[in-house]
Structures are given as structure tokens and as C-alpha cells.
């Protein structure tokens, strides 16, 4: 994605996932902030991390959220992970002649943990783990290297922080903290900040 970078990262594990996804918000060479969460929260199960201009990202977070929201209103249920990723990519292709500029790593659960990875047009994969974003054959290659099947959802933490933390280290889009979003299978979502020098 050539324009504004990040880095955001995403990790299933039997117990939960976790996405990550670094603070600082860029364009070119030039700092516009060093506390741009791009990491968010979607209903009490399910989150996005994402990588790309940051009124795209709130925009497509604030969306999601209210498509999801009245469908849970109106059927009385609540929306399964799979479907709300392709309600996802359904708002990312309908706007195809004129995309929102973000790549996303969308997960939560249901009846298992998962996650999805979405381009700026809405194509849907499932995946195990991913990144995104201007460093993430950084951050790739560590998850490649590190991630395993049966890692806690604490292992999972420590390895979203820690590829996004080499992923800064080279990018210079990337940078001035962390923040990591924890759904555990079965509870509450949960985001903290985390410190690159930590």
C-alpha cells in the first residue's frame, strides 16, 4: 500500500485472538501523531487492527459497528465473526471505484476464535495469523518464524507486541507505541497500550 504506513498484526490462538497494531500516524515524512489508536473495538466480541489513512479506518470501524449493531437489534441474535468480515468486505467493495485506503486484520469469536485479512477492495481471507500495513513483511516474517498452533493468548500477545515492535524498528512509517487489543474466547474484549522501548 503505497501512501500513509503502519503496522497491524493479527493472531488466532485456541484461546482468543490478538491484534496489535502500532501509533503513529504518518504522511510521507512528516509526524501527525504519535497516539492514533488504529486498533477497535467491534460489539463485546470482535475487533479490527488496521493499516492505511486514519479517517478510512474510523470510518469503516464506525460503520461495521452499526451494521452489526442492527442486525443484532433486528434478529435478535448476535452476528457470527465470518459474517461480519463479509459485511466488511461488502463496505470496502461497494466503495471500489473510490476505496477506503486501509488494509485490516478483523478477528473475534463465536463459536471459535478467528481471524480475516482485507485488502482496501474487500477481498475476505481467513487466516491463522497476518500483518498488514508498510511493515509487514517485517512483522510477517517473525509471526512465520514464531507462531504456533497451540501458543497461550498471553504467547500471543507477547508475539503481536514483539513483530510489531521489529516491524518499527526499520519502518519509519511505524512507530511510538502499541496498542493490543485481547479477545479472550468467551470474554470481553480488551485494548492496552504498550511502550516500544517495554
Known amino acids: ?8 498484526v493479527g493472531i488466532k490462538v485456541k484461546d482468543g485472538v490478538v491484534l496489535a497494531a502500532e501509533r503513529r500516524m504518518s504522511y510521507g515524512g512528516f509526524i501527525m501523531s504519535k497516539a492514533a489508536r488504529k486498533v477497535f473495538k467491534v460489539g463485546d466480541r470482535m475487533g479490527m487492527a488496521c493499516a492505511g489513512l486514519y ?47 486501509t488494509e485490516t486484520v478483523f478477528g473475534g469469536y463465536d463459536d ?5 485479512v482485507l485488502d ?12 498488514v500495513g508498510t511493515g509487514a513483511p517485517l512483522a510477517m516474517a517473525l509471526l512465520d518464524k514464531e507462531y504456533r498452533e497451540d501458543m497461550s493468548l498471553e504467547e500471543a500477545q507477547n508475539l503481536a507486541i514483539e513483530s510489531v515492535k521489529v516491524a518499527s524498528g526499520r519502518d519509519s512509517l511505524s512507530g511510538d507505541g502499541i496498542d493490543v487489543l485481547v479477545i479472550p474466547f468467551g470474554g470481553k474484549p480488551s485494548i492496552r497500550t504498550v511502550s516500544l522501548e517495554a
Request: charged fraction near 25%; charge should be positive.
Open 55 to 101: 479517517a478510512d479506518m474510523q470510518a469503516i470501524a464506525r460503520a461495521l459497528e452499526n451494521e452489526i449493531r442492527y442486525y443484532e437489534i433486528s434478529n435478535k441474535r448476535k452476528m457470527k465473526v465470518r459474517s461480519a468480515a463479509r459485511l466488511l468486505g461488502l463496505i470496502l467493495y461497494s466503495n471500489k471505484l473510490f476505496p477506503l485506503m
Open 120 to 131: 482496501p477492495v474487500g477481498s475476505v481471507i481467513e487466516e491463522k495469523y497476518s500483518a
Open 1 to 8: 500500500m503505497s501512501g500513509p504506513g503502519a503496522t497491524a
Open 112 to 116: 471459535e476464535p478467528r481471524i480475516f
